[in-house]
């Protein structure tokens, strides 16, 4: 007891100091032990690995203590948003009075540009995301977990499914889980091929069987959800890392990161590096180190960099004299201003065009736009046309770039998802930081079209 | 003096039609096209319904009962299929077609034995030699590509430019039926086509030596042997 209270105490001042540990991490600490596959991914192997180590008496400390061990870890929502996970599941603690049962549903629905991270996770340590579904589920007091996997996920579906079977011929699943006297199922249910199912009221949308078009919120899922009973949505990272914050001490993911930025973190790194790979590694790691270190640098050098959007498409980018010293953690990165969103690192070096790579990413923005807010379904169509035109040298002129800007600003915030706003920011960050060269290459556009006697006025 | 442009902007897109969203009868799908459950799907129906709560079996179990179909059928669905899986259900067609209308997985014409779905969103479009290479490749080995849905004459091959599909590390791969294949190069994908077309078989996963997504050349990272159960564990659990 005593000893609880000079750790805490010890925690308390460390974060209050603003001490960062950001420094690169020791195998021994990495949560997802077979995140690349070398191993067994079957229960027999997840079990060596350390996985379904005293769940039982873990369940047994009861909800409330699971609960408060994830808020004093500090962990915060892997899937984007960055929610503090503690208090999201604390949502949950209302009693239900109606009879309804409660349900945990897991997003494994990862459909956003640049993200790979959860599929590593179901494929190859997929007991860890069993057992946090079971952990975490018991401490909101849920009854049953849907994990609900994109569609093209066939063969990392088909290992979990496999790995769900395993857990419930060996007791852990089902009636009486673990032996702790707790019922609990877990199910696996695969989607079609639709980004804006990951958004968690989409999610539940498509889990009744609907199209998967945005609820609004109010009322939120913790009240009416899935079937219409109280739910959690969350990430498959979230859940993952659950039973080993409550194995080995919430101090001990504290320990990692900074005050309010704590914790390991998987990073994906993919576009133009010589290494692309997924890795994990502490929060708040510098941006070049994780680069050079991990994805073995930037094509053509550290100083061909043209700028990354570090945390999936939906983020601003970065240019490069940013991305020289900004660690990668949620406040650093939202101050950039951008986010750390799930950790998705694109690369653009010199070699790329900017303004191809941002219409691309708008293109998908459009395609995948459920429809159903006019500022979404309309604004993301023409911020499309002109960011297409723009890369295939049809500018009109510089002074299209206000209204781009113009457009996007009335697209954010006026919808029901945030779909549109992760469609908005990348086509900003582009005119934040790109902005000269843009009026350079728009006013040479308007130059060859005169010279050609082309007239784009509408 | 001026001449008006028209606005034909060369698109690596191509022409990118998602399908229309009302019905046209053609010889392939229409109501009268036969379709019987094959009696191991009818278990696996009653399991997928036994998934959720009472009352909700029938509506929920639309997408997954809509994606057995599909595979019974052959990859794609015609009118009547979609028809049989609201009678299945006992749910009105209305409600299979908004499903079947929304998720890009369900398609509604025809495709070959191999589908192939080339990834083109910005991390397979810069990653390694880049997924425009990739279609040049797909276009030069069997000839489609010009437009989604394309059909090769012997109906082997389909193709589909598709938003990401979550393997962005391993850049640029493409999808073909249920396997991903993945750290391409054109040689690599005109070799898994012939594969294809000659065994029926191809390697799937990453095609330059990697075994998932650690760094090519050696795993940066988890470079020791994992820990086994009880280390770090806390004292009072």
């Known amino acids: 007891m005593l000893n609880r209270i000079a750790k805490t105490a010890a925690r308390t001042s460390a974060r209050a100091s603003g001490v960062i540990n950001n420094a690169p991490m020791k195998d021994q600490d990495r949560i997802f032990t077979n995140l690349y596959g070398f191993h067994d991914w079957s229960i027999k192997g997840a079990e060596a690995r350390g996985d379904w180590y005293k769940t039982k008496e873990i369940i047994l400390k009861g909800a409330e203590w699971i609960q408060q061990e994830v808020k004093d870890s500090g962990l915060r929502g892997r899937g984007g948003a960055g929610f503090p996970t503690g208090l999201k599941w604390s949502f949950m603690n209302v009693p239900v009075t109606d009879g309804r049962p409660k349900y945990l549903v897991v997003n494994a629905d990862e459909g956003e540009p640049g993200t790979c991270k959860d599929r590593d996770i179901m494929r190859h340590d997929p007991h860890k995301l069993i057992e946090g579904c079971l952990v975490a589920g018991y401490a909101m007091g849920a009854r049953a977990a849907y994990i609900y996997v994109r569609g093209e996920f066939y063969n990392e579906t088909s290992n979990l499914m496999y790995a769900v079977r395993e857990a419930y011929a060996k007791g852990y699943l089902g009636e009486n889980a673990c032996g702790t006297g707790y019922d609990f199922d877990v199910y696996v249910q695969r989607g079609a091929g639709a980004y804006v199912c990951g958004e968690e009221t989409a999610l539940i949308e498509s889990l009744e069987g609907k199209q998967g078009k945005p609820r609004l919120k109010p009322p939120f899922p913790a009240a009416v959800g899935a079937f219409g009973c109280p739910t959690t949505v969350n990430n498959v990272e979230t ?97 950039a201003p951008s986010g750390l969103g799930t950790a998705a690192l694109i690369v653009m070096n010199k070699d790329d065009d900017p303004v191809e790579c941002i219409w691309r990413l708008m293109e998908f923005y459009k395609h995948e736009s459920c429809g159903q807010c006019t500022p979404c379904r309309e604004g993301v169509s023409w911020m499309n046309d002109i960011l297409k035109r723009w890369t295939f040298g049809q500018s009109r002129g510089p002074e299209e770039i206000e209204q781009l800007w113009e457009i996007s600003k009335q697209v954010e915030g006026n919808t029901i998802c945030a779909l549109a706003d992760g469609a908005a920011w990348p086509a900003q960050g582009l005119i934040r930081w790109f902005k000269p060269y843009l009026e350079e290459r728009f006013a040479e556009d308007v130059r060859r079209q005169e010279a050609a006697g082309i007239s784009l006025e509408v | 003096m001026f001449r008006r442009l028209v606005s034909r902007v060369p698109t690596f897109t191509s022409n990118r039609r998602a399908g229309i969203f009302v019905h046209r009868d053609t010889k392939e799908s229409n109501v009268d096209i036969p379709f019987e459950w094959t009696e191991e799907n009818l278990v696996r129906i009653q399991a997928i319904k036994n998934q959720y709560p009472y009352g909700h079996e029938n509506n929920a179990a639309i997408m997954p009962v809509l994606d057995l179909a599909q595979r019974q059928y052959g990859g794609w669905l015609p009118l009547s299929v979609m028809d049989a899986v609201a009678a299945t259900l006992d749910v009105p067609p209305i409600r299979v077609y908004e499903v079947a209308t929304f998720y890009t997985m369900y398609k509604r014409v025809p495709v070959g034995k191999y589908h192939i779905q080339l990834c083109g969103t910005t991390p397979c479009m810069i990653g390694g030699c880049g997924a425009k290479k990739i279609k040049e490749a797909i276009l030069e080995e069997v000839g489609i590509g010009h437009h989604n849905d394309e059909l090769t004459e012997d109906k082997l091959f389909s193709y589909e430019e598709v938003e990401c599909l979550g393997a962005c590390v391993n850049a640029p791969m493409v999808q073909i039926n249920d396997d991903y294949y993945e750290d391409l190069t054109p040689e690599d994908m005109k070799q898994i086509l012939r594969d294809l077309r000659k065994d029926g078989f191809s390697r799937k996963g990453p095609r330059n030596g990697r075994v998932s997504s650690e760094p090519l050349g050696g795993a940066t990272s988890l470079t020791e042997p994992p820990t086994g159960p009880g280390f770090g564990v806390r004292d009072d659990l």
């Open chain 1, 239 to 335: 859940i993952a890392v659950a039973p080993t914050i409550c194995r080995r001490g919430a101090d001990w993911f504290a320990s990692f990161g900074r005050e309010r930025n704590t914790g390991t973190k998987l990073f994906n790194i993919s576009g133009n590096v010589n290494t692309p790979c997924t890795v994990e590694e502490t929060m708040s790691i510098p941006m070049r180190e994780l680069i050079e270190k991990h994805a073995g640098g930037v094509r053509g050098g550290w100083d061909n960099l043209l700028a990354v959007i570090p945390g999936g498409s939906s983020t601003p980018l970065l240019p490069k004299h940013i991305c020289d010293d900004i660690m990668m953690d949620f406040d650093a990165l939202a101050a």
